[in-house]
Nanobody, 123 residues
């Protein structure tokens, strides 16, 4: 049974920073892609960032230059450092894992999901 457990969400003022963590457990080998998605209130889930096993990294245009994704393959853990946060970053953030290579960027390409962690950015 694969589990993804997120932590690190919370309330922060605009311009502040948060760091999300997600640990994957239940498999003896690492996923190829570990990524982050978010779902703003009343909107669909959207891609944020992904880092593949070979290091390929992709970001949504809306977070480029502000967010940084990293991963510890030995621990099967992925992180999302979020700086210069804006009110429009407010959402439930989900980590996701996939066996597919090349850092996929759509919801349907991910096999496992965390429970989500709330990030609220006040103006």
């Amino acid at each position: 049974q694969v589990q993804l457990v997120e932590s690190g969400g919370g309330l922060v003022q605009a311009g502040g920073s948060l760091r999300l963590s997600c640990a994957a457990s239940g498999r003896s080998f690492s996923f190829d892609g570990l990524g982050w998605f978010r779902q703003p209130p009343g909107k669909e889930r959207e891609f944020v960032a992904v880092k593949s096993m070979n290091g390929a990294t992709y970001y949504a245009d809306s977070v480029k230059g502000r967010f940084t994704i990293s991963r510890d393959n030995a621990k099967n853990t992925v992180y999302l450092q979020m700086n210069s946060l804006k009110p429009e970053d407010t959402a439930v953030y989900y980590c996701a894992a996939t066996w597919r290579p090349a850092g996929p960027r759509t919801v349907k390409e991910y096999d496992y999901w965390g429970q989500g962690t709330q990030v609220t950015v006040s103006s």
